[in-house]
């Protein structure tokens, strides 16, 4: 690639940051056009009342667009709430947490689940990836049936594992999907609750999404603040404060774009389709290993290694002048994470291979 033309340079860039992350540029402009003319009312979407009819239906059509991307049954409510995933950690338990809660614990993100929770109660961790730097994801474990509620992290965003299945749970099952809601087909109704950080797969930092069954809710014993009750929440139909309106406006224009792209089915494909040939890549290719076990790897996020470590000044100074950014591993694996979130293109991860296949240490 050359640097003369700045113009191309900039289209070039290949973004594999881990979140927040890559967009569909329509996305972009879509957000840009609402900022300056809201839904054909000449004000900007950033100075309008969130009760306005106008941005009322915004959060009505994510709604419902989510309802359907995801085969929502009846039963369910869907939030949007601020706070991030982090303060679901906190959230979920308030609501939840009566006896006890059943966790796994299988990356950072999973560990601050759990110790969370204990601020309201006892928690087990029925199972533990901690081992082995949480390069897997722990199977055949029991789900105890006296605990409340089991919670899982559906994909370990910076050790790079994924669950490919569920477990079938005796109580309900709570999980945090922040890193790959939407890049596949998952059955809602094996889930309690569902929640995701929208800054990985649906959208701009600062809105989380929050999918939980009705019937599951007010059976603690505890005054739960008000801020933190998912029913005071459901009552005001995600209005019980100020919603985060930009980033669900953003969003929005998001959910159409994957809609229009195929919907999950679409999705899967594509993440099916980079993560295959990322994968062949660091598998054939000797400079380069791979760091989880390969039945559980992400499709998300893949981490490698040199195999020569030696060779990380060369080896970044020839992706970086491919145009190829936010790569560099989570300081607590090292090495490589390749974020490859929805609206990444195949063309981004065929980029990165060829850079692989041509390094010659
Ligand atoms: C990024 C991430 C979080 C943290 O999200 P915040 O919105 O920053 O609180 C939690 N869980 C997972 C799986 C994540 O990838």
């Given at each position: 690639m050359t640097q003369s033309n700045t113009t191309i340079s900039m289209t070039k860039v290949h973004n594999f940051s881990a979140g927040?992350?890559?967009?569909?540029?329509?996305?972009?402009?879509?957000?840009?056009?609402?900022?300056?003319?809201?839904?054909?009312?000449?004000?900007?979407?950033?100075?309008?009342?969130?009760?306005?009819?106008?941005?009322?239906?915004?959060?009505?059509?994510?709604?419902?667009?989510?309802?359907?991307?995801?085969?929502?049954?009846?039963?369910?409510?869907?939030?949007?709430?601020?706070?991030?995933?982090?303060?679901?950690?906190?959230?979920?338990?308030?609501?939840?947490?009566?006896?006890?809660?059943?966790?796994?614990?299988?990356?950072v993100w999973a560990a601050n689940a759990v110790k969370e929770a204990k601020h309201l109660g006892l928690v087990e961790v029925i199972a533990s990836s901690e081992d082995k730097n949480y390069n897997y994801i722990p199977k055949g474990y029991t789900i105890p049936s006296d605990a409340d509620y089991f919670h899982c992290t559906s994909n370990n965003t910076i050790y790079g594992s994924q669950m490919k299945s569920f477990p079938e749970s005796p109580i309900p099952m709570v999980c945090d999907m922040s890193s790959d809601i939407l890049s596949r087909q998952v059955d809602v109704s094996k889930f309690g609750l569902i929640y995701a950080g929208a800054q990985k797969n649906m959208g701009p930092a600062g809105v989380t999404v929050v999918i939980v069954r009705k019937d599951i809710l007010g059976k603690v014993s505890r005054a739960i603040p008000s801020m933190m009750d998912y029913q005071v929440h459901i009552k005001s139909e995600t209005m019980f404060n100020t919603p985060p309106v930009f980033p669900i406006f953003s969003m929005l224009q998001n959910l159409k774009w994957v809609q229009k792209m195929g919907g999950v089915d679409g999705m899967q494909k594509r993440a099916a389709d980079r993560a295959n040939l990322l994968y062949n890549e660091i598998d054939s290719n000797p400079l380069f290993k791979g760091t989880v076990e390969i039945e559980d790897r992400s499709q998300m996020n893949a981490c490698f290694l040199l195999t020569d470590e030696t060779l990380a000044p060369k080896f970044d100074a020839v992706w970086k002048a491919a145009g190829i950014s936010g790569i560099v591993g989570h300081r607590s694996v090292g090495g490589y994470r390749a974020s490859m979130y929805n609206a990444l293109p195949l063309e981004s991860v065929q980029a990165l291979v060829y850079v692989m296949r041509n390094f010659n240490a």
């Open positions: 927040p992350s890559i967009l569909a540029p329509e996305v972009i402009e879509a957000s840009i056009a609402g900022i300056q003319n809201f839904a054909g009312t000449t004000l900007s979407l950033l100075e309008v009342s969130h009760r306005s009819k106008e941005f009322v239906s915004v959060v009505e059509d994510a709604q419902v667009t989510i309802k359907s991307l995801l085969n929502i049954p009846e039963g369910y409510e869907i939030l949007f709430l601020g706070g991030g995933a982090s303060m679901q950690f906190l959230m979920l338990a308030y609501n939840l947490l009566e006896k006890k809660g059943a966790y796994t614990k299988t990356g």
